[in-house]
């Protein structure tokens, strides 16, 4: 029940508040939706492959919005497919003609397996924005969970559509949804480079940075409004700060040797980032604002790829302090670092869950290199990918989902997956290889 | 037999300026390990080095003098053409046999103390992008401690890292990666 309730939108005019919150799923019904859950198909405008089925699956019947035809956006194509991707959810044919003012039969659509109905259209206005309307019905219940009339922008249809989609899983599940955050990565295409910011699902993509040189690391500002990142532009690696929406950049560490491996802190003040200007690769905290850097490791090795603890105290990093690259937690403040990883001998790229629960990583084993979750308070790191070039894992900001990058078909590409490894999904391809990919906060 | 080898090593370098570069390594060093890499260059520079080196018998041979990949006007043979630092896997040791190179270039530097270097460290594409640059960045902070100990000053050079960023050879076998594994010496 610690879940924010609203969605993230100004301009939501929620008319009906939930009845509860959240709605109590009987089990039975989540065991009988697996029993039955069979992949459904695919929207195949948005390449959503599911290779695996989930443990539970709500049942969810998306009708088509009335109208959705004349707005520049398929909204119950792009809401089914958000659902479809979180493993969460099943969706249930539905015919078309229903809208937010259909009178709905309770017995005749659970009679069609679902627990759950969303419907609504889309009008323009005079003023030239579009407004959306929607009502989800808890067919099990028989009643309206929500209804809601959002005024959107045409360029932000596509953002109104992933905030229903928030909705919906929010009062479904009782937590919050991802659909409406982006995810940023990079990709190269012959020699030029672009650092993307997208919707989560991969659309919507626009280009932050055009380089001919490489970029890597893109990391979210907590606020979700800027990027830091390593640019090679000048020769060297570079750390810079880039607003998301203005473009306005500024070169945030270049000193002496190399400048890397930037990750903000919780609270958005400082970064962590990793220079050699004093030794190999050492750890250093600075303000987002510059200045001089602190030095946090002291160690004759390598020590990168700092991660913070969701509380801010710890840092999680890569150091072959003992021989080959493992990952070791210590204080934000000073003192011993203490070894996290066990298995194998190269485990790097450490990403932390937003409950500060679950570590994911990549792992080396032979000539592979896999994505493996790990529950921090004990238990073994698990395998959740079948392919064998996995890096940069990135969690979801509800923690239920991981982005990281991969090769596919001879291609880099990106994929998402649930923590259990059941359900993943492939985004978008435009024929470029595509990396780094970092999964940016709730806000924006 | 060092005189030689030098001899045979600016023969192979002459090949890679005359644009053979690629052929040799896809035919060559696909069957040569990091460790024996100079033993099918040197085949190499018997058959074709005399064209390439110019040293007249062939008639239709032309050199190209690629200038983004060298540091100028640099003569096309001797150490001072050198400029590439090989290293074995995992390994950030400066063998001894790029030793007339660094003697070469930190001669240079010793005598014009207003000339700067950077030395540009890759690794192959195993691995993380992150380990990989502060892998690379040790592998130039080795040629740096090697050049500061033949006399060049600690401020005339930078040690940076492209990790794997920018391979020199494009290919996921050990004949690639064997190429990737450097460090460059850049003029500024």
């Given at each position: 029940m610690a879940v924010d309730k609203q969605t993230p939108s100004a301009s939501v005019t929620r008319r009906t508040r939930p009845a509860s919150t959240p709605p109590s799923w009987p089990r039975r019904r989540f065991l009988g939706a697996l029993a039955t859950a069979a992949a459904a198909p695919a929207a195949a405008q948005f390449r959503v492959e599911i290779t695996g089925i989930g443990g539970t699956q709500i049942p969810v019947a998306v009708a088509t919005f009335r109208d959705e035809d004349k707005s520049p956006v398929p909204v119950a194509a792009v809401v089914r497919a958000d659902l479809?991707?979180?493993?969460?959810?099943?969706?249930?044919?539905?015919?078309?003609?229903?809208?937010?003012?259909?009178?709905?039969?309770?017995?005749?659509?659970?009679?069609?397996?679902?627990?759950?109905?969303?419907?609504?259209?889309?009008?323009?206005?005079?003023?030239?924005?579009?407004?959306?309307?929607?009502?989800?019905?808890?067919?099990?219940?028989?009643?309206?969970?929500?209804?809601?009339?959002?005024?959107?922008?045409?360029?932000?249809?596509?953002?109104?559509?992933?905030?229903?989609?928030?909705?919906?899983?929010?009062?479904?599940?009782?937590?919050?949804?991802?659909?409406?955050?982006?995810?940023?990565?990079?990709?190269?295409?012959?020699?030029?480079?672009?650092?993307?910011?997208?919707?989560?699902?991969?659309?919507?993509?626009?280009?932050?940075?055009?380089?001919?040189?490489?970029?890597?690391?893109?990391?979210?500002?907590?606020?979700?409004?800027?990027?830091?990142?390593?640019?090679?532009?000048?020769?060297?690696?570079?750390?810079?700060?880039?607003?998301?929406?203005?473009?306005?950049?500024?070169?945030?560490?270049?000193?002496?040797?190399?400048?890397?491996?930037?990750?903000?802190?919780?609270?958005?003040?400082?970064?962590?980032?990793?220079?050699?200007?004093?030794?190999v690769?050492?750890?250093?905290?600075?303000?987002?604002?510059?200045?001089?850097?602190?030095?946090?490791?002291?160690?004759?090795?390598?020590?990168?790829?700092?991660?913070?603890?969701?509380?801010?105290?710890?840092?999680?990093?890569?150091?072959?302090?003992?021989?080959?690259?493992?990952?070791?937690?210590?204080?934000?403040?000073?003192?011993?670092?203490?070894?996290?990883?066990?298995?194998?001998?190269?485990?790097?790229?450490?990403?932390?869950?937003?409950?500060?629960?679950?570590?994911?990583?990549?792992?080396?084993?032979?000539?592979?290199?896999?994505?493996?979750?790990?529950?921090?308070?004990?238990?073994?790191?698990?395998?959740?990918?079948?392919?064998?070039?996995?890096?940069?894992?990135?969690?979801?900001?509800?923690?239920?989902?991981?982005?990281?990058?991969?090769?596919?078909?001879?291609?880099?590409?990106?994929?998402?997956?649930?923590?259990?490894?059941?359900?993943?999904?492939?985004?978008?391809t435009s024929g470029a290889d595509m990396r780094e990919p970092a999964w940016g906060p709730f806000g924006r | 037999m060092p005189i030689n080898r030098r001899t045979l090593g600016t023969a192979l370098l002459a090949l890679a300026l005359g644009g053979l570069f690629a052929g040799c390594s896809s035919t060559k060093l696909d069957e040569a390990p990091v460790e024996s890499r100079n033993v099918p260059a040197d085949g190499a520079a018997d058959s074709k080095g005399p064209g390439a080196a110019g040293s007249g018998t062939a008639q239709s041979g032309v050199a190209t003098v690629d200038l983004s990949k060298q540091g100028g006007a640099a003569a096309a043979s001797g150490p001072l053409s050198q400029r590439t630092v090989y290293f074995d896997f995992d390994s950030f040791v400066v063998k001894d046999e790029y030793r007339p190179m660094l003697e070469a270039h930190a001669k240079v530097l010793s005598a014009n103390r207003s000339k700067r270097m950077a030395l540009e460290g890759h690794t192959d594409e195993r691995g993380g992008r992150e380990y990989n640059l502060a892998l690379g960045q040790k592998r130039a902070e080795a040629v740096l401690r090697t050049m500061v100990l033949l006399g060049v000053q600690d401020n005339q050079l930078e040690a940076v890292s492209f990790g794997e960023e920018k391979p020199a050879v494009q290919g996921s076998d050990e004949a690639a990666w064997a190429k990737n594994r450097r460090v460059e010496l850049r003029d500024r």
């Open positions: 479809q991707r979180s493993g969460l959810f099943r969706m249930v044919d539905v015919p078309g003609g229903f809208d937010e003012n259909s009178r709905i039969v309770m017995s005749e659509w659970r009679g069609r397996g679902a627990d759950a109905l969303a419907v609504g259209s889309v009008s323009r206005l005079a003023d030239g924005r579009q407004d959306l309307r929607f009502k989800l019905w808890d067919l099990v219940k028989g009643e309206e969970l929500v209804g809601q009339s959002h005024a959107a922008l045409p360029a932000d249809m596509r953002l109104a559509a992933h905030r229903i989609a928030d909705s919906i899983y929010q009062n479904l599940t009782g937590e919050r949804g991802v659909f409406s955050t982006r995810i940023a990565y990079v990709t190269r295409a012959g020699s030029r480079y672009s650092l993307h910011v997208t919707d989560a699902d991969g659309e919507g993509g626009q280009i932050a940075l055009a380089s001919p040189d490489p970029i890597i690391s893109p990391a979210w500002s907590p606020n979700g409004k800027e990027l830091a990142y390593v640019s090679f532009e000048s020769q060297k690696a570079v750390v810079w700060v880039q607003d998301i929406a203005s473009g306005q950049r500024r070169m945030l560490a270049n000193f002496r040797g190399s400048n890397s491996a930037p990750a903000w802190s919780p609270d958005g003040r400082d970064l962590a980032l990793t220079l050699s200007r004093d030794a690769a050492q750890l250093y905290l600075m303000s987002r604002d510059g200045g001089t850097p602190r030095r946090l490791t002291q160690s004759s090795a390598i020590d990168t790829e700092p991660a913070f603890s969701p509380d801010g105290r710890q840092i999680y990093f890569v150091s072959d302090r003992g021989g080959g690259p493992q990952i070791y937690r210590m204080p934000v403040a000073g003192g011993n670092a203490e070894r996290i990883t066990f298995s194998g001998n190269y485990n790097i790229s450490p990403a932390i869950s937003a409950d500060g629960r679950t570590l994911a990583y990549v792992t080396r084993q032979g000539s592979a290199f896999k994505v493996m979750v790990q529950e921090l308070a004990g238990g073994s790191p698990s395998a959740i990918t079948d392919t064998s070039d996995d890096e940069s894992p990135s969690f979801a900001p509800n923690g239920r989902l991981l982005v990281y990058a991969s090769r596919a078909q001879g291609r880099d590409v990106l994929m998402t997956t649930t923590l259990d490894g059941k359900i993943k999904s492939r985004l978008l | -």
